[in-house]
């Protein structure tokens, strides 16, 4: 789960990257902290806006499916800052 101390800044240093899964009926937002390579991942596979991640809900432990629908980029470097899904 994210914590307030999850700032942009803070997680470069810790090499993590803040996303959300978005809520839907089952569930609220759940603002999660990724690991770096996260974006990577979800971009190098085929279709990867189509494909299934599953993911554990850190509180109740239930496998949530969900799609990959926006990597936000820093436009100088290029490099992925934020994820959804």
Not at 24 to 35: I, K
Not at 45 to 63: D, F, K, L
Request: aromatic share 12%; charged share 30%; proline share 8%.
């Amino acid at each position: 789960m994210r914590l307030p101390a999850d700032t942009l800044e803070n997680c470069v240093k810790e090499q993590t990257m803040p996303g959300v899964i978005k809520g839907r009926e089952e569930f609220a937002d759940v603002d999660l902290v990724w690991p770096w390579k996260t974006p990577y991942r979800v971009t190098k596979s085929e279709h990867a806006y189509v494909r299934p991640w599953y993911v554990i809900h850190p509180e109740t432990e239930e496998e949530i499916r969900v799609n990959c629908q926006n990597i936000d980029y820093h436009l100088k470097s290029q490099r992925p800052y934020y994820v959804e899904f």
